[in-house]
């Protein structure tokens, strides 16, 4: 059965995997459902899932949802061999203990999945009657990446210590529309050993709650801590968790959890009267010692960048941090006065992540700074491979090495000891960041080499755009539709790392009835990406984010491989501008028709043979058949699923497009302006007939210029380091002249206040005279 439109195959039965080919005529004796001979089949999206079931020990499993939240929670109903009343199933997702299946009917059973200590791909393991074994794998998702954290609303306060009532609230149409079905509330505490990772319920807060009710209130001096969990425990998180019995087909929840937050509420009490009144000192003070035993888990971590410009540009190796986002108006809680933040992309080897806050100048924030600078992570916030070990788990091991720690330090005693956290936290200095180089094809086919040499890529078919020893680009050039001249665009690209996924984007067919202009395909299947779970899918070795201009319309993406190269591709007026963004790694090492980043400056980029093709001597026509054809990729190259279809009529266009009969040239002035009348803004005017086209062409190249400007090493002579001290100002660029006004904490002394970052010999800056300020005392 064909989906058509590219959306692949879905076979109706066999068995070991479809090896032999099947005699239909046994069809009608085969149960696959509900009755002898039905096959059932959704066929009203874009892919088709099989429902029903089959009778063979090897039957494929189809899972919904396949994407869930890593906090656990969702119901994942499992089809695809057909069970009885009497079977004992049970479900494993990943890591995680087994847990018993609901029977639902003879086609299905359903999951309740349990709190994961990892994310990305997890399997899910099947066991029916202690022998059948099946798998499947799905998707577990960071929290704030799921719709669950929508469905359950915290009062403020959860965090605090002296708070005396809680609430919480949810939608209970998530659970059942039974009126009399009831949940229970509990208090869910995580810790970690050197060798465990420990979920708890440390309190039932309320038992029996009427779901119609949506709302639950209760005093926090009936729920104090008891016994060990005392001084175990310091995070935790809420949970409203529906009785089995209350289960509807239409259920989507067993239980919606909270995000995490630290449960000072719980254990004021004991605290005091272990600690004193003072408590969270002694804790901030226990903390550091042993905290500090160990920090060369730092030196793991890549450099700030310099500017807020530099970190949006370097989007290979670092992202937004939801919590800090200038894009959607985030108040950044723990960086109050950032502007933003970003973290990097792939932890170190230790589970450790960086992250970079930016206040309104757009200079980085420096944790010695301030109380809200930018602070490292000993335990990165997206967790880190291979997960299910204390230290690497999603958020959680985070919260405990550098979350509940600020509040013992800061938040809970107005930053009273938080120069303690900050030294530890230390951020990462910027003036040894170095910026990494972006290429680009867009428009009409307009090439921006990472060495910034323009030219037009006439022709159609596979190219390869850029490779290097563990990274593979290749992109398909066609035909503009509905274009009189041969003029040709970028249509579709795919990528692939050293055993990494295969990532395939395409223009979707003109024929499509959905407004999604994009079709991914990821080793070859469909993939989408159009709701919350899905727009961040983390694949074997990349990362593919859905950018969207607008909800649906699944038209921007980037793609993070996790060596540090970012690609970036945008639909716009039915062709492809793509972005390649590569690290320094790479410097000398890309090869294609985005060329090579060099430090010796070139006036052209290489063939195949290794020959350096010049750009501003060539003709357009010399350029296409030295430099373009000599990277066609050839069949044994290519890693588009299908090839391309051969036009034989198609002549390159190797001249300046004539002027079409239905536009004129002020038209085009208007637009693309008159003192460059050969500009790519001109050409593709010309070329396409579409001022859109056009438009967009002028903006990308204009958008390149910006960016390239953004990656160039900032002058700076890096932190002041004079600590707990007090100054003018926080910009350490190069020129820059800083007063130390005084202190903190205890007394300024020292010969000399003020500096002045100055540049020496051997691209060396330094702060002059030599730094002798210092505070002393408490």
């Not at 039974?178 to 229970?184: C, F, G, I, K, S």
């Not at 408590?279 to 310099?306: A, F, G, I």
């Not at 996790?562 to 790479?586: D, E, K, M, R, S």
């Not at 028709?593 to 290794?610: A, F, P, Q």
Request: proline share 4%; hydrophobic share 35%.
């Amino acid at each position: 059965m064909n989906g058509g439109l590219n959306v692949g195959w879905k076979d109706v039965y066999c068995e070991s995997n479809c090896i032999s080919t099947q005699n239909v005529s046994v069809f009608p004796d085969i149960m696959a459902s509900d009755m002898k001979g039905r096959f059932i089949y959704k066929v009203s999206d874009d892919v088709i899932i099989r429902g029903g079931c089959l009778p063979s020990d090897d039957g494929q499993l189809e899972v919904s949802p396949q994407y869930v939240s890593a906090f656990g929670g969702h119901i994942v109903d499992v089809s695809g061999v057909c069970v009885t009343n009497t079977s004992k199933v049970t479900c494993k997702f990943g890591a995680s203990d087994p847990v018993e299946a609901v029977y639902a009917s003879p086609m299905f059973v359903r999951c309740l999945t349990p709190r994961l200590t990892a994310r990305d791909l997890v399997t899910l393991k099947i066991t029916i009657d202690d022998s059948t074994v099946l798998h499947k794998d799905i998707h577990a998702v960071l929290p704030f990446q799921s719709t669950q954290l929508d469905h359950i609303v915290l009062s403020l306060g959860w965090d605090k210590t002296d708070v005396r009532k809680l609430n919480l609230t949810w939608d209970y149409k998530v659970f059942s529309n039974n009126p009399a079905a009831t949940v229970d509330i509990l208090l869910i505490g995580y810790r970690e050993t050197e060798t465990q990772m420990i979920f708890k319920i440390l309190a039932t807060l309320g038992t029996n709650v009427k779901i119609s009710d949506g709302v639950f209130e209760f005093d926090t001096s009936d729920h104090r801590c008891s016994g060990e969990d005392c001084k175990l425990f310091e995070q935790g998180m809420v949970e409203v968790r529906l009785n089995t019995k209350y289960w509807t087909p239409a259920t989507k929840y067993g239980f919606i959890g909270s995000g995490i937050f630290p449960i000072g509420w719980h254990v004021v009490e004991y605290m005091k009267s272990t600690h004193g009144a003072d408590w969270s000192k002694v804790l901030c003070t226990n903390w550091y010692d042993t905290d500090r035993q160990e920090m060369t888990w730092l030196e793991e971590l890549l450099d700030c960048p310099c500017t807020l410009d530099q970190a949006l540009t370097d989007f290979g190796r670092w992202l937004t941090d939801g919590g800090c986002n200038i894009f959607n108006g985030s108040v950044c809680t723990y960086h109050i006065g950032a502007v933003h933040c970003v973290r990097s992309f792939k932890p170190s080897k230790s589970g450790a992540g960086n992250q970079c806050c930016y206040g309104p100048d757009g200079n980085v924030r420096y944790a010695a700074d301030s109380f809200q600078g930018s602070t490292p992570d000993r335990g990165h916030d997206w967790g880190a491979p291979p997960y299910n070990k204390p230290g690497y788990v999603p958020s959680l091991s985070h919260w405990k090495h550098d979350v509940v720690t600020f509040y013992y330090c800061c938040l809970w005693v107005d930053y009273k000891y938080c120069d303690n956290y900050m030294d530890q936290r230390a951020t990462r200095d910027c003036k040894n960041y170095q910026p990494p180089k972006t290429a680009i094809i867009y428009g009409g086919l307009h090439v921006r080499t990472f060495a910034n040499i323009a030219y037009v890529a006439v022709g159609i078919g596979d190219y390869w755009l850029t490779k290097t020893t563990d990274f593979q680009l290749q992109g398909r050039f066609d035909q503009i539709k509905g274009t009189l001249v041969f003029s040709t665009a970028l249509v579709g690209v795919v990528l692939q790392g050293t055993n990494s996924s295969k990532v395939e984007i395409q223009l979707a067919p003109s024929t499509y009835t959905s407004q999604r202009v994009l079709t991914i395909l990821v080793d070859q299947q469909i993939t989408w990406f159009n709701t919350l779970e899905r727009s961040r899918q983390d694949l074997k070795g990349l990362t593919i984010i859905n950018y969207e201009s607008q909800a649906g319309k699944h038209d921007n993406f980037t793609i993070i491989m996790t060596n540090g190269i970012g690609v970036q591709v945008v639909a716009v007026n039915n062709l492809l501008h793509t972005t390649v963004v590569v690290p320094q790694a790479y410097k000398d090492q890309t090869e294609g028709l985005l060329g090579t980043w060099s430090d010796i400056e070139m006036d052209g980029v290489k063939n195949r043979n290794g020959q350096l093709i010049p750009i501003q001597t060539s003709s357009t026509q010399h350029i296409y058949e030295n430099l373009i054809t000599s990277w066609s990729v050839n069949a044994t190259e290519r890693l588009f699923q299908y090839p391309t279809m051969q036009n034989p009529s198609f002549a390159p266009l190797f001249s300046f497009p004539l002027l079409p009969i239905n536009i004129t040239e002020d038209e085009i002035n208007e637009l693309c302006g008159s003192e460059m009348p050969n500009s790519s803004c001109h050409y593709d005017y010309r070329a396409t007939g579409s001022s859109d086209i056009a438009n967009a062409t002028l903006q990308a190249e204009t958008w390149f210029k910006t960016v390239q400007s953004f990656q160039v090493p900032v002058e700076s002579c890096g932190l002041l380091d004079v600590p707990r001290s007090i100054k003018n100002s926080y910009n350490y660029g190069i020129g820059s002249k800083i007063n130390i006004d005084g202190c903190r904490k205890g007394y300024l002394t020292g010969e000399t206040t003020s500096y002045m970052c100055t540049r020496k010999g051997n691209n060396t800056n330094v702060w002059e005279p030599e730094i002798s300020a210092m505070c002393k005392g408490k």
